[in-house]
């Protein structure tokens, strides 16, 4: 394998955290034989490179430096796989992670701790949550992405999702997960009064307004 494609797999597949102290960048001409070899296919833009980008590639390429063979190993076989994906596939876990990288830190912190719950459980009883989650529907699932604070009103968003299109979904769903408590039990409320097209007509108006005044059009809504 090249080095450059080790490199760049470490800034593109794996998304490694920036060390906290990392210093700023050097220029080109000051980094060592070993990082410039595996820099290589950013050499001749490196000193325009936004500083941001320049951290990432060095704390990655450090971090190859300093991976024995069997991580090196580890790596490659997970590219390997990566690669062997269904590009719809690679661009769902794409999509998963930036779902995840959008959480707050205490829902992430309450999603650790759901996957280890997870992983004590029997294999059949894995099993059984795994065929249960296949189960529902798109809109649900999707839901999830959001973090299990959603678990607490996703029965009542349901209706929402009877008419959105698919390409809505996630911004839809962002926008409930985005009003304040009292604001999505008002609108739950209202939705259930109003029919199909002036449901529909109020998700649209909602992702249209500014989140700051989304509560405020469901109050003169409620009114009306």
Known sequence: ??????????????????????????????????TQALLAPWQDDWDRLPTDQRERLLANARR??????????????????????????????????AAWQALPADEQVRVRAA????????ASQQGAVRTNFAAQDTGRQLAWLLGPSIGEWI????????FVPDNERAATLRML???????????????RRLPPDRRE????????????????LIDQRLAQ
Do not use: H, N, V
């Open 1 to 34: 394998m090249r080095l450059d494609r080790a490199i760049l797999l470490l800034t593109c597949a794996l998304c490694l955290a920036l060390p906290a102290a990392l210093a700023a960048p050097a220029g080109w001409g000051t980094l060592d034989a070993g």
């Open 64 to 97: 190859w430096q300093a991976m024995d063979a069997d991580a090196r190993a580890a790596l490659l076989k997970r590219d390997a796989q990566w690669q062997a994906m269904p590009p719809a596939e690679r661009a769902r876990l794409r999509a998963r992670y």
């Open 115 to 122: 996957a280890s719950r997870f992983a004590s459980l029997p």
């Open 155 to 162: 029965d009542q968003a349901d209706a929402w999702f009877a």
């Open 177 to 191: 997960q985005d009003l304040p408590p009292d604001a999505r039990t008002q609108l739950f409320a209202l939705a």
């Open 201 to 216: 007509q109020l998700r649209r108006d909602l992702l249209l307004t500014a989140p700051a005044q989304r509560a405020a």
